[in-house]
C-alpha cells in the first residue's frame, strides 16, 4: 500500500521560513498532481499549493510570492518552501498525493488502482 509521510513542521517567528516534505513509498507505478493542504482550528481545509506531474503549480492568493512548491519525480518528493511566514499560515499542513499504485489484498492478491493518499500531517506555528 502506497503511504505518505510529511515532515519538517514547526514553530517560527513571523516573518521566518520553513520547508516541508513529503515522500511518497511503496509499490508506485505513477504520481499524478501533489499537493499541500492546510486545517487551522475552527476552520475548513483549504488547498494551498499543487504541482502537476510535469512541474505546474497553482497557489491559493494568500501564499502567492510567499510559498513555493517543488517536486523530486526520482524520489516521490514534493517541498513545501515557506518564506515570510504570518500567523494566519498556522495550521496542520497535510501532503496529498494523487497516486496509482500496488496493494496487497487480505487474499493475498494484488490490486492495482489509483487514489489519493494523505498524509498524517505536520504542525506549523508562526508565533512570536
Known amino acids: 500500500q502506497v503511504q505518505v509521510a510529511e515532515s519538517g513542521g514547526g514553530l517560527v517567528e513571523p516573518g521566518g521560513s520553513l520547508r516541508l516534505s513529503c515522500t511518497a513509498s511503496?509499490?508506485?507505478?505513477?504520481?499524478?498532481?501533489m499537493g499541500w493542504y492546510r486545517q487551522a482550528p475552527g476552520k475548513q481545509r483549504e488547498m494551498v499549493a499543487s504541482?502537476?506531474?510535469?512541474?505546474?503549480?497553482n497557489y491559493t492568493d494568500s501564499v502567492k510570492g510567499r510559498f513555493t512548491i517543488s517536486r523530486d519525480n526520482a524520489k516521490n518528493t514534493v517541498y513545501l518552501q515557506m518564506n515570510n511566514l504570518y500567523a494566519e499560515d498556522t495550521a496542520v499542513y497535510l501532503c496529498?498525493?494523487?497516486?496509482?499504485?500496488?496493494?496487497?489484498?487480505?487474499?493475498?492478491?494484488?490490486?492495482?488502482?489509483?487514489?489519493?493518499?494523505w498524509g498524517q500531517g505536520t504542525q506549523v506555528t508562526v508565533s512570536s
Open positions: 511503496g509499490t508506485i507505478f505513477h504520481i499524478y498532481n
Open positions: 504541482v502537476s506531474s510535469s512541474g505546474t503549480a
Open positions: 496529498s498525493v494523487d497516486v496509482t499504485g500496488a496493494t496487497r489484498t487480505s487474499a493475498g492478491s494484488t490490486e492495482i488502482s489509483r487514489d489519493i493518499r
